[in-house]
């Protein structure tokens, strides 16, 4: 159902002649990796092993320098603003099935001009949905983003830049909520969530609504915070730490205090330990207070909630905290 280019990826290694190559998968795909080992083993007689630890994007690349020759990774796409490596592969897993009826079932329901987007396993449906709904008679509108994404209408959970500024209705295509939120967050249109495999589909507004409610009540459990924990991730294409400072000046100036911890996995354990601190603001992926703040035991913000907590901005001014590329924010 998904491609893994194993085929590819054990000529591009038998090429280059790598003794030692590492293998980095998603949770979505560690259960495949055993499997990919073993084969790709067969193919090259080639060295592998498997990273453990958790990977949730390519911002997140194993350094597998000292450890291996060389870096296959699964599940995602490069971030072209982090730079070209030769001897790192990307296998994206792309979906393989048609997703053409299930475009077709909504057609009819959706305006004249409607916009693309799409995870990054479902990229190659944007084609497809395009001539669907062409055929319906839509205007269909997919952009490019900015230099974190790499293809037209390429959604990242962090990074919604591929947004098509024109549309009247977004057709997201993917599985999971997470990432038609954080574009639904960055617009006024409304977004359908299409899921490529199963053909259901949804309206996004309620939970748009949903975790707006939820983000108010923690930036207003945050209002009265004295001491304030900034939290760096040091993953490549997650470290901000110009944006935390920048927190820690207007947390201090508001007259708080500040403190800054810098860590690779940051989590409810790792944090817990801070028992003293009253608020985490996190400068990591955005997904951690968006999407899994319950699971803290203190109010856990993003930058721009924080300064509607420290009262730099109004709850109307509400806006996603989102990873553009260096040009605009990533330092
Ligand atoms: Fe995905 Fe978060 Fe990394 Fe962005 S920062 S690519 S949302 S894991």
């Known amino acids: 159902m998904f491609d893994l280019r194993l085929d590819e990826a054990a000529d591009w290694i038998i090429s280059r002649g790598y003794a030692r190559v590492a293998l980095q998968f998603p949770e979505g795909l560690k259960s495949k990796a055993i499997e990919v080992s073993r084969r790709l083993s067969e193919r090259t007689g080639t060295s592998f092993f498997i990273v453990g630890d958790p990977c949730y994007g390519a911002c997140d690349i194993f350094e597998y320098r000292g450890t291996a020759d060389a870096l296959v990774h699964f599940g995602h796409s490069p971030i072209p603003s982090q730079g070209d490596d030769p001897d790192v592969m990307y296998v994206e897993a792309f979906y393989e099935g048609d997703?053409?009826?299930h475009v077709s079932a909504i057609a009819d329901s959706l305006p004249h001009k409607v916009g693309l987007m799409a995870t990054v396993q479902y990229v190659p449906g944007i084609k497809r949905a395009?001539?669907?709904?062409?055929?319906?008679?839509?205007?269909?509108?997919?952009?490019g983003g900015d230099a974190r994404i790499l293809y037209p209408g390429q959604a990242l959970g962090c990074n919604s830049s591929a947004m098509p500024g024109e549309a009247e209705h977004i057709l997201f295509i993917g599985e999971g909520d997470f990432h038609p939120l954080a574009a639904a967050l960055g617009t006024d249109v409304e977004v359908t969530v299409l899921n490529p495999i199963t053909g259901e589909h949804r309206r996004i507004a309620d939970l748009k609504d949903r975790l707006l409610r939820r983000r108010f009540a923690a930036i207003e459990r945050a209002r009265s915070a004295q001491r304030y924990l900034i939290v760096v991730c040091s993953k490549k294409g997650q470290d901000r730490t110009a944006l935390a400072d920048s927190v820690i000046r207007k947390a201090v100036s508001a007259g708080k205090e500040a403190y800054k911890v810098r860590m690779t996995e940051i989590g409810p354990d790792a944090l817990s330990v801070y028992a003293d601190a009253d608020v985490y603001v996190i400068t990591g992926c955005p997904r951690i207070a968006l999407d899994d703040s319950a699971r803290y035991s203190k109010p856990v913000l993003t930058p721009p909630e924080a300064e509607i907590a420290l009262g730099l901005r109004n709850w109307d001014d509400y806006i996603i905290d989102e990873i553009r590329s260096p040009q605009s924010g990533l330092k």
Do not use: P
Request: net charge negative; proline share 0%; no cysteine.
């Open 99 to 101: 997703i053409g009826s």
């Open 130 to 143: 395009r001539e669907v709904l062409e055929a319906a008679g839509k205007e269909v509108l997919v952009s």
